[in-house]
């Protein structure tokens, strides 16, 4: 079946950093992947995303670029901010498929 | 254009007690689905609508789980008899065309069953 995995624990940063959370997947066919972000309070919005090999998604100043060869999305920040802090799901869906697959989620906390 | 909600935000009841959530979509979106985070896991798929159909109901863990949706507008999700298990944060989403446009979520309704 389809998974996601993300690094395990927590993010804790200062502001100015550079930000990787690492994300990779298993799926059976051409999956369309996902990055989504939940601040606080707030529901989960969609981040960024990519639907085919060496595409790269980008937003906010995150990108991610689709990895066929390593089933790899991660994402990245080079400058993050105080207002960055959020919990980041990787997710995948299948083509014909409506669902998504969800990773854990990490925590990304950024100190002034 | 007003976002997912989800009523109540928060939900404490005893095992054996009945809940039901409630989501109201944006407005016009035909595809509605629900998903659950259980602590310290991942958001799990429970089912997804259109309009009221139920398109991939896959995700529901157990026929103690109910899940409506009226008239193609809002949708409920009734827990009769809760167990300790259930506990978690059910968040509901819409979308007017595929997953590949990406849902707009809720925030969530936390489910505490003590």
């Known amino acids: 079946g389809n998974s996601v995995t993300q690094m395990e624990g927590p993010v804790t940063l200062s502001e100015e950093a550079f930000l990787t959370i690492n994300c990779t997947y298993t799926?059976?066919?051409?999956?369309?992947l996902f990055w989504y972000v939940q601040y606080p309070g707030e529901g989960l919005q969609l981040l960024l995303k990519?639907?085919?090999?060496?595409d790269k998604g980008s937003n906010k100043g995150f990108e991610a670029t689709y990895r066929k060869e390593t089933t790899s999305f991660h994402l990245e920040k080079g400058s993050v901010q105080v207002s960055d802090s959020a919990v980041y799901f990787c997710?995948?869906?299948?083509?014909?498929?409506?669902?998504?697959?969800f990773g854990k989620g990490n925590q990304v906390v950024v100190i002034p | 254009e007003a976002g997912v909600t989800q009523f109540p935000s928060h939900s404490v009841i005893e095992k054996g007690q009945t809940v039901t959530l409630r989501c109201d979509p944006i407005?016009?979106?035909?595809?509605l689905y629900w998903y659950r985070r259980v602590m310290g896991k991942e958001i799990k798929f429970l089912l997804h609508?259109?309009?009221?159909?139920?398109?991939?109901e896959s995700g529901m863990p157990n026929n103690r789980f109910l899940a409506e949706r009226t008239g193609g507008t809002y949708s409920t999700l009734k827990v009769q008899p809760a167990e300790l298990e259930d506990s978690g944060v059910y968040f509901c989403?819409?979308?007017?065309?595929?997953?590949?446009?990406?849902?707009?979520f809720g925030s969530g309704t936390r489910l505490t069953v003590v």
């Open positions: 989403a819409s979308s007017h065309r595929g997953v590949s446009y990406g849902y707009t």
């Open positions: 799926a059976t066919g051409y999956p369309s």
């Open positions: 990519a639907t085919k090999a060496d």
């Open positions: 997710a995948l869906s299948e083509s014909g498929n409506n669902r998504l697959a």
């Open positions: 407005s016009g979106h035909d595809n």
């Open positions: 609508f259109v309009k009221e159909s139920k398109q991939d």
